[in-house]
DNA sequence: TCTGGGGTCCTAGGACCC
DNA sequence: TCTGGGGTCCTAGGACCC
């Protein structure tokens, strides 16, 4: 630690119910409609209006569970848009890079900016610009919070969401009130405590998070590991968690779906499997890594009554590499050795993990370097293709051309900013 | 009928080595 | 009879995030 560091201020920029605020900016008559958003498979609630949170709504449940609530209520109903709400991800995240030189991308709908050193100007009106240009370029609504550390930072950003009164912008450096609004917050209300540590927390008798800020230092460490630590001296507004301005290439990456309706044969299996290797694969390239490990799994519907078979394998690769046709080889060969007949699955997946660098592989001998580099073509091809057209532009025919398994996405608006023949029309 | 998907970090304990 | 100590690497599992 460096003694005497500048006393760090750090925003959080938060969209307001982010995929829904994406629906509205396309269908105004959404606004001040109660709206939700479901994930993959229209399965849960992943994205909630204010009009439904205020109906009791909850995040993550299965979206069937709310039938009757939809239909009394008007409630609107969207699959999610992934291409859409990343893609607008994109424009509010290009708009606020021009209010900081220090900038991290924290999630598809959160940023933390560094104002460390803007001590000249009003942070609040500051922010308050900011939120005004987002609003302005991208139709996206956000909310602001200002603090010492992205912990405090995060607090401040929950206030100015729910007190409207702040007008979406709330700054809590050097607020003389700081302990009295810590007082009145929950400890599972912050970044970083999850159900297990509130629960194990209040067993402790630290209920607010003003109690956590003053807790025992050896107790959290013991308790919390150094994780916990990092929180409680956040909370006394030192800086411990960076900001993490590049971004570091995925550790691992994870292609899995459930199915739109139970499969049985391996033939829909491998094609499911092959498609997603396809996605896992074109992730890897554009990190320009090489993956050592692939790993297969499948799964039947646990919520069902009925026969139950999951398994997953590992496999180490004799040469790492981020070859679609080569990945998708491997998977489909260790897929074959943990299926079993007779069962009604649900999902399936792979993951590529032993991820590094594709310059700092390890080369084969025995793989004649045409071949190699001639698969190298072949990629860099498909994946321009496709991010010029649109991805699935260019398949690998293993994926299949009739994919019945595929998820249900029943209620997905068009993709307006991102294909060509789904751009809105001006009447 | 209907229950998502993709990540991170930390720690303890075992294997292995000298 | 007596059975060290220190280091590294890997993995599984648990916690968390959006």
Redesign the pocket.
Known sequence: MKPNREKQVIALVDCNNFYVSCERVFNPALEGKPVIVL???D??V?ARSNEVKKLGVI??????KY?DLIKKYGIGVFSSNYALYGDMSQRVMETLAQFTPEMEV?????AFLSLTGFNNLNRTEYARHIRSTIHKWTGIPVSIGIGSSKTLA?VANKIAKKNPEYDGVFDITEDPGIDNILASLDVSD?????????KFLNRHGICTVLQLKNADDEFI?DNM???GLRIVHELRGVSCIPLEMVH???????????FG??VKTLAELRESVAD?MA??AE?LRGQKSVASFVHVFIAT?R??NEPQYSNFITQRLPVPTASTQDLIKYALSNLLKIYRPGYRY??A?V?LTGIMPDNQAQLDLFTPFKYRANRKIIMGAMDEINNRWGSDTVQIAAAGIGQLWQ?RQSRKTPRFTTQWGELPVVH
Request: charged share 25%; hydrophobic share 30%; net charge positive.
């Open positions: 994930s993959n498979n399965g849960c992943v995040m993550g449940t299965p979206a069937f039938r924290y999630s598809i709908d959160e995060k912050i970044w970083g405590i999850g159900d297990q540590y509130a460490r590991t150094v994780v570091s290439p995925r550790k691992g990456i994870v292609s899995s779906r459930s309706r139970s997603y996605a896992a992730r519907n919520f069902k649900k999902k997946g993951m998820m």
